[in-house]
């Protein structure tokens, strides 16, 4: 299936757009939630609460397309999930969506098990022999979760050109079906089809979520969150 | 103190080069104490035993500056030690080298705590609130422990030149006088000034080795060892 039958399908399902789920109302799931709405989807950005203050607000600044409601509400409505919630809060928030409401979807984990316990930076609370994507696809085997966008600050996330480089992202899942749905919603943000690395199963979730160990280390050493990787190759 | 300046007293100690002692006959030791030998200094591969076959037939063929001994003899006649032992042996190794060899001198760190005790991809022995260049560290606190080079194909860290775009290598030491030493010898290898990141103090180490959980997943995916990072930042 090429790119842009991919996009065609997925854009007409609803007279131009998919209906996503965005689980979480930080700066991750707002910066995710308004990017899709741009681009044409349905999208409610789900909290604990109904009247979530947040949620709220953003729903009634976005448009039309945006929407809000209690975890549990906008995944069920949802063909697609996107978890933006802090790592340390993710598997009780999928419990309140409901293993229900993520069968058989595609559930895009973004989400990172950052430890702030013991000060800044952060360790992780899941790490090396297992990882946070893993446990979600344990805990909800009737999802088909795909690790991706973890591994760089949510500007640049969903707007990759503003670097002035090529520079990749990464997508880990034991489902190939839900692989080509995450390639082309990333294509959509801007992603060329080059920069983003199919690293094989779930598993390979614990490279990415391992990232993070040296992630917030450049962080400091780089002086801003908004920087990636580009990864050089010898040729031939 | 100038970049210029900083090789020229290494490189004039011993009439045109600093004696070094490389720790470890694979290949990540050949290859540095290659590098080294090429570049003007004297250097003393160490093993387990001073007839080690490997470290025999590499000092015959490296020419007059290229000998071998035992990890003790090698590392009590150097001013700079390289540590380029697996991570499972490197606290042993360092322990037969002594403490009082390694008192005060440069310990370059190059080693990861890859664990293969459950195949390929390894995990890590040590992560994410601990490293092995820590536990080394607080085995030999004489020593000035700078982790260097672990997070790359052991071809391009003394050949940084080879890929065809500039790429990026990290050093983390709570000794900054140690880092100067390690920057020099880096520059010489071929890494531009810029291409070095300081990371910060010893504990950093933890980031980079960390990485090494995305590194083994993108040696699947890149289908080749020869690849390396280079940080892309927003500009302004």
Redesign the interface.
Known sequence: MTRSLIVYLAASRHGGGMKIAVLGTGDVGRRIASRLVELGHHVTLGSRTADNAAATKWASETGERASHGTFADSAKSAEVVFNCTKGEHTLAVLEAAGAAALDGKVLVDVSNPLDFSKGFPP??SV???DSLGEQIQRAFPGAKVVKALNTLANP?MVRPR??????HTFISSDHADAKVTVRALLESFGWAKDEI????GLD?A?????????????F???G?P??????????G
């Open positions: 360790s992780l790490a090396n022999t640049l503003d670097l002035p480089d090529s520079h690395i199919d690293l094989g390979t614990r490279g990415t979520e391992g990232f993070l160990l040296l992630w917030v280390r450049l400091g050493a780089m801003t908004m920087f990636n990787l580009k990864l050089v190759k010898l040729e």
